[in-house]
């Protein structure tokens, strides 16, 4: 079992920066691949981004590549989420999920064990 709590979320001004961090519990981190998703209001959940256990190999999607940076911690069971140049369209709940021994890093929901309760990022234009 493992519990994701995420923290650093609030209100920015377009092309301002956020850096979202996800706490584990658990003393088995590194056996998870983490990724982020973000859900915005009346839209269904969406990939943001994933990293793999050992933080060598990560994947965006294309709309946050070379904004957003995701990289991990094993030592401190964290994973963060750091949103640079934000845009309007990037208001969203931002939620941290874990997959556990994972074949490969995946960009589907139904992919991952665990989530987070979501942290709110709202960018004002």
């Known amino acids: 079992q493992v519990q994701l709590v995420e923290s650093g979320g609030g209100l920015v001004q377009a092309g301002g920066s956020l850096r979202l961090s996800c706490a584990a519990s658990?003393?088995?981190?590194?056996?998870?691949?983490m990724g982020w998703f973000r859900q915005a209001p009346g839209k269904e959940r969406e990939f943001v981004a994933a990293?793999?256990?050992?933080?060598?190999?990560?994947h965006y999607a294309d709309s946050v590549k070379g904004r957003f940076t995701i990289s991990r911690d094993n030592a401190k069971n964290t994973v963060y989420l750091q949103m640079n140049s934000l845009k309007p369209e990037d208001t969203a709940v931002y939620y941290c999920?874990?997959?556990?021994?994972?074949?490969?890093?995946?960009?589907?929901?139904?992919?991952?064990?665990?989530w987070g309760q979501g942290t709110q990022v709202t960018v004002s234009s």
């Open positions: 999920a874990a997959d556990y021994l994972p074949f490969t890093i995946s960009r589907m929901t139904g992919n991952y064990d665990y």
């Open positions: 658990g003393r088995t981190f590194s056996s998870y691949a």
């Open positions: 990293i793999d256990w050992s933080g060598d190999d990560t």
